[in-house]
């Protein structure tokens, strides 16, 4: 019978040394003979982890910021992308050897027309990222007002909700959907209620769509990133001061880029985590694991200060 070492070998291609160590240490080694095998695979181009090719994917707000980049991502990893945006990313589409679709998500028809469309042109739809977003000025509950909240959620959650809606006739089994949340739908900021809001209730239509579409083997995740380095994040009403909340209360005290939450998209949407629905994955440089260095730091010498 063949032991466990044919067996790596046999899986792997590569052979693994029989050792005389006690059997924790054995364990460790075929773990890691295994590991190492799976390198070389990689290396010598057998297998490529997170490979999208011959995906078709449309990704919404995709002419800049987050979905410019995982358009970018996704292309290199093979797959055919159709940017929609309700700014002009045609350019940007043809560079990628793929198509645009002005697109305003906050209507209904225009998402329904955009799918359509983008199933007319290449067959199916794999994959759905609703990544476009707006951001409407700080204010504290008292201070903002209804437009404020219907327009994040016009384009926020109702843009996903109606991508969700609409792309389920043309995605096959094995499809996947992301939403681009924010760290602020899963933490509350003082002055960010109505953004919040609308973020907050994306993680729960991701949720509820994740157990909807599941027995037609369809998957639906979330990307909830802190601040990231954007066009948005320099139209924000005071992005110095988001800036400056990140560098003292988040452990790894930088923005994000958008190329960082490109690849948690390509990690959600890829059939290698075809375990994963229902998740809103954190990019948050540490922040919700609990109080940074940096601002301990600053209560401690605070309080030292009271104490002289």
């Given amino acids: 019978m063949a032991g466990k070492e044919d ?7 590569v052979a693994i040394q029989p050792t005389c160590q006690n059997d924790d240490s054995a364990k460790f080694s075929e773990q890691a003979a295994a590991g190492a095998a799976s390198m070389l695979i990689m290396e010598k181009g057998e297998e490529q982890m997170f490979d999208l ?24 990893a093979g797959a055919q992308v ?24 906050a209507d209904e028809s225009q998402v329904a027309a955009l799918l359509d469309r983008a199933a007319q042109h290449y067959g199916r739809i794999d994959i759905l990222v609703n990544n476009a977003g707006i951001a409407i000025g700080a204010g504290t509950i008292s201070e903002q007002v209804y437009e404020d909240y219907r327009l994040q959620f016009d384009v926020n959650l109702m843009g996903a909700v109606f991508g969700i809606k609409h792309v389920v006739d043309h995605m096959p089994a ?4 992301v939403n681009t949340s924010s760290m602020a739908g899963v933490l509350g900021f003082p002055g960010f209620a109505s953004y919040g809001a609308s973020k907050w ?15 037609r083997g369809i998957r639906v995740n979330a990307v909830c990133p802190t601040g990231v380095a954007t066009p948005m994040m320099d ?29 948690a998209i390509q990690f959600l949407v890829a059939g290698d985590c075809a375990m994963v629905t229902g998740h809103a994955l954190h990019l948050d440089g540490g922040l919700f694991a609990g109080t940074s260095v940096q601002s301990l730091e600053l209560a401690l010498e605070a309080f030292r200060t009271r104490q002289r």
């Fill in 7 to 13: 067996t790596l070998a046999a899986i792997h291609g």
């Fill in 53 to 76: 090719d011959g995906k078709i994917a449309v990704i919404t707000g995709g002419a800049s910021g987050i979905g410019l980049a995982t358009a970018q991502r996704f292309h290199a």
């Fill in 82 to 105: 159709v940017i929609a945006d309700i700014a002009d990313g045609s350019a940007k589409a043809e560079d990628l050897d793929g198509l645009f679709v002005h697109t305003d998500v």
């Fill in 174 to 177: 094995g499809g996947a959907i």
């Fill in 201 to 215: 209730s994306m993680i729960g239509i991701t949720k509820t769509a994740a157990l909807e579409l599941a027995p």
């Fill in 235 to 263: 139209d924000d009403v005071a992005p110095e001061d988001e800036v400056a909340m990140i560098e003292m209360f988040q452990p790894i005290n930088r923005l994000a880029t958008a190329d960082e939450v490109a690849a």
